[in-house]
């Protein structure tokens, strides 16, 4: 069959026909191989996000075994050891395994249906993302499970982390693990900032674009630009411990403090890639309950890039007790208070958005509203570590643990559990419990802030963090035992919220297509949608094309009922970058068994690598290289070579 | 009634087209975070050579006798694959085959001479902070070099295959770009530990 290069789409309307069309060229098969083999974004969204859960779950039983060992004085539950291993767990789980993850599960699942597209742009790429992030995860856990988790915090700092002070397997299960995690992570960002270019609805204009693409786009690029940082410096670390290299070792003229200006070179804007997202859900989830536009969009969509920008030039806020010289330190010190100022624009949109709507009070209302709160108690507290002077006084006390607890917990998983009570009824055609809800929200609200708030004080009473126990001399106990209530009634808060996710999956309310009346284009198919997503590819004409006809802003309407049928292949359109003109119809690959075998052989690779294995290195490398000569090997179907000739 | 937008788009192409596709751009990120990793190696020397003390410098003086000619090398090869890809574009396959031969020949080259020049070091990995790193960072290129072999060893074999057109050979030109990747990064890697020693930096 010859293959047309240039082709007009078909415009008309969606028909049983169609659809059954569409149903086939896109459905995954059913059972394991489905299962091994789907490219589907939402079913990998959906993995994403339930997995992402199981680890914040585990990360919290790791809090709670500390909160007991921390209730009193003097208590030998853990052994230090132990706690060393138990609190730098709890962190890499956390933040790595977690936090980012569940954004990526979310922005995975919504991103094509905000956008009006079909998929993802690479589809494949996105499969392998999840998988990676399930096989790395597993691998860091195999460390912890066999007694080699790793031992000296997330951060990881030398020379604690070198072989001489830490012989065990356990750094080099977490420098190899995180390398392996940093792929996915990369793989998933390129695919969002191409996506975010190139796969939109026509009209979709980059200034009508959801604030969470806007959030996962800025996030994404700084993915791609500072994630390599930390990927070196643990394979820099890992070098150094089982092959005699001096990156970090002084006596070889190595310099310690290389690795954490590595380390925060990627961790500080890391921290804003997991609470950007985040806010995002927020600026678009609180506007629908308000029953109004967000105020000042543009404002938003600007500061959220101003702030990852500034966030490049803000890391050595972290390294002010390193004894750098004077004039760097008030650089950076400028920089983390002039931050402030982009993010305090947000926080002002939202209220605004709430003063000036008519709130509807719902449990997602209740989680998006709080965190405005929680954003400006962990960011006022950040404020002042960004002094110089106020950080010499409180870092590596618990004040700073207090802090990062009101960014992370309040930025990120707040907005996280709202956006589940928004958007669950789009995943699952059922309506979360809001009687239940309530007590999940209140649970949650009060357990955290019992938990944290008083912590702040323990911090400036002095209180060292990373240590196994105090004495009952130091006055701390009493804050310490409020602090181990608040966090077992903040547990029993996210366990209602599983439970409520578990009940309603059965009996939970049906939902229609937009049970919120909300306003973007997710709310347009049915609940869950369909494997193709949109019947016929939308029109975009404004930034709510559902609310146009109450907004009343003149100018043409979206058309969504009537459309592209693209129905001759698994297609999907492509946009131009800023005004999003079609100009090509994408060829859309099918399922694929590459992502998880190239997994797979990545996965062999780096058990080889950590037990100095070179044939099972070999092997892996073998595996993970055919995957890929699969993966590239040119298809007429996708158009990437001539069908074959004669 | 107001009127809806409704985009009807006429004679879009179907697929990529030349190289402009979804993975060309998808090739645009793999080498902005690549560059950033070489950054980060680079800054990893700067950085301790710049707070280590005098002496920090195993070769005050680097050897440019291997590291020149090959460096010269490397960046013909850049022009030689721009040439390869022109055969695609111009539909003459004999070239095309010719250059991308000519190309991996050269990379291959390129490596084998490397392999020289780390084995006329008189130090080792492992013997001080800037033999690490001269050591890392050489061997991180290198195997990006040896990646951008295989490539061309399958541009080479597909285009043998007779896989492309200029219209259908989005693959060939992002793979021609990683090359020109590959050798524009070791010109960031040469002049920082072969050049900068001889304008005083770490001595």
Excluded at chain 1, 62 to 68: F, H, P, S, W
Excluded at chain 1, 502 to 525: F, Q
Excluded at chain 1, 537 to 562: C, K, M
Excluded at chain 2, 79 to 105: D, T, Y
Aim: hydrophobic residues 50%; neutral net charge.
């Amino acid at each position: 069959m010859r293959q047309l290069d240039l082709r007009t789409p078909l415009v008309g309307i969606d028909s049983v026909d169609h659809e059954a069309r569409l149903l086939r060229l896109w459905e995954t098969s059913p059972g394991l191989k489905g299962f091994l083999t789907s490219v589907d974004h939402k079913q990998i969204g959906i993995r994403y996000i339930i997995t992402a859960f199981i680890f914040l779950a585990l990360g919290g039983i790791e809090a709670l075994v500390m909160r007991l060992q921390l209730a009193g004085p003097n208590l030998s539950l853990l052994t230090p050891a132990q706690y060393n291993q138990l609190f730098s767990t709890h962190g890499m789980t956390m933040i790595f395994l977690y936090a980012a993850p569940v954004l990526s599960g979310f922005s995975n699942y919504l991103w094509p249906l905000l956008l009006g597209s079909r998929d993802m742009a690479f589809p494949r790429l996105n499969a392998l993302g999840y998988w990676i992030y399930l096989a790395s995860g597993l691998f860091l856990y195999a460390g912890f499970l066999t007694g080699n988790g790793p031992n000296d915090g997330w951060f990881n700092y030398v020379p604690y982390a070198s072989r001489d002070y830490n012989p065990g397997l356990n750094e080099d299960f977490y420098a190899l693990g995180m390398v392996f995690l940093g792929i996915s992570t990369t793989v998933g960002a390129a695919n969002f900032v191409v996506t975010a270019f190139r796969t939109r609805a026509p009209g979709m204009s980059i200034n009508r674009l959801p604030i969470l693409v806007w959030g996962t786009l800025t996030a994404s690029v700084a993915n791609l630009i500072v994630v390599p940082a930390v990927s070196l410096a643990f394979f820099l670390l890992w070098m150094d411990r089982q092959f005699g290299t001096q990156f970090f070792n002084p006596a070889g003229g190595g310099q310690p403090l290389l690795w954490q200006h590595l380390f925060w070179i990627f961790g500080h804007p890391w921290v804003y890639a997991i609470v950007l997202p985040a806010m995002g859900m927020v600026s678009d989830g609180l506007p629908v309950f308000c029953r109004r536009p967000l105020v000042g969009y543009s404002l938003v969509a600007l500061s959220t890039v101003a702030t990852m920008i500034l966030g490049f030039g803000v890391w050595v806020h972290h390294m002010f007790a390193t004894g750098l010289p004077g004039l760097g330190l008030s650089l950076f010190s400028g920089a983390s208070i002039v931050i402030t100022l982009p993010s305090a624009v947000a926080v002002f949109a939202w209220l605004a958005t709430i003063r000036l709507g008519r709130p509807v009070i719902t449990t997602a209302f209740l989680f998006f509203s709080s965190m405005i709160l929680l954003f400006v108690i962990g960011g006022v507290s950040g404020f002042m570590t960004a002094s110089v002077p106020v950080d010499w006084q409180l870092t590596d006390t618990y004040f700073v643990v207090a802090h990062l607890h009101y960014v992370l917990i309040g930025i990120n998983l707040f907005p996280v559990v709202g956006a589940t009570y928004f958007w669950f009824p789009k995943m699952t055609g059922r309506m979360l419990n809001e009687r239940l809800g309530r007590w999940n929200f209140w649970t949650m609200f009060l357990g955290f802030n019992l938990a944290f708030l008083p912590m702040h004080l323990t911090g400036l009473l002095g209180m060292p963090r990373r240590v196994y126990t105090y004495n009952d001399y130091a006055g701390w106990h009493a804050l310490n035992l409020i602090t181990s209530i608040g966090a077992f009634v903040l547990a029993i808060g996210v366990l209602l919220f599983f439970v409520n996710v578990l009940k309603s999956l059965r009996a939970g309310a049906v939902a229609g297509k937009n049970p919120w009346d909300a306003p973007t284009l997710e709310w347009a198919v049915s609940s869950p949608p369909p494997p193709y997503n949109f019947a016929v590819i939308p029109t975009v004409a404004s930034r709510h094309p559902l609310w146009e006809e109450h907004l009343d802003q003149g100018g043409a309407t979206s058309s969504i009922d009537r459309g592209m049928l693209l129905d001759e292949g698994k297609e999907t359109i492509a946009t131009s970058g800023l005004d999003a003109v079609p100009d090509m119809v994408l060829e859309m690959p099918e399922d694929s068994f590459a992502p998880v075998l190239l997994t797979l052989g990545l996965a062999v690779l780096f058990v080889g690598l950590l037990l100095k294995a070179w044939l099972t290195v070999g092997i892996g490398g073998a595996i993970a290289a055919l995957a890929m000569l699969a993966w590239f090997w040119p298809r007429s179907e996708l158009r990437e070579r001539e069908p074959a000739r004669g | 009634m107001v009127e809806a937008a409704l985009s009807k788009p006429e004679n879009l192409p179907v697929g990529p087209t030349g190289r402009d596709g979804v993975g060309w751009w998808g090739v645009g990120t793999l080498i902005v975070t690549e560059a950033a990793l070489f950054g980060y190696l680079l800054f990893a020397y700067y950085y301790t050579g710049a707070t280590a003390p005098a002496g920090w410098l195993l070769e005050t003086a680097p050897r440019l006798k291997l590291a020149l000619p090959n460096t010269i090398l490397l960046l013909l090869s850049s022009l030689v694959a721009w040439w390869a890809e022109q055969g695609i574009l111009r539909r003459r396959r004999p070239q095309a085959l010719l250059g991308f031969g000519m190309v991996f020949l050269m990379g291959a080259a390129f490596v084998a001479i490397q392999w020289l020049e780390w084995r006329s070091k008189t130090y080792s990995l492992g013997t001080s902070s800037y033999a690490s790193l001269y050591f890392v960072t050489t061997g991180f290129h290198i195997a990006h070099v040896i990646v951008g072999l295989v490539i061309l060893l399958a541009l080479f074999s597909w285009t043998a295959l007779d896989f492309f057109s200029p219209r259908r050979r989005i693959v060939v030109s992002a793979g021609v770009l990683y090359w020109h990747f590959v050798d524009i990064v070791w010109l960031m890697v040469f002049s920082t530990y072969y050049l900068t020693p001889y304008l005083g930096f770490g001595r």
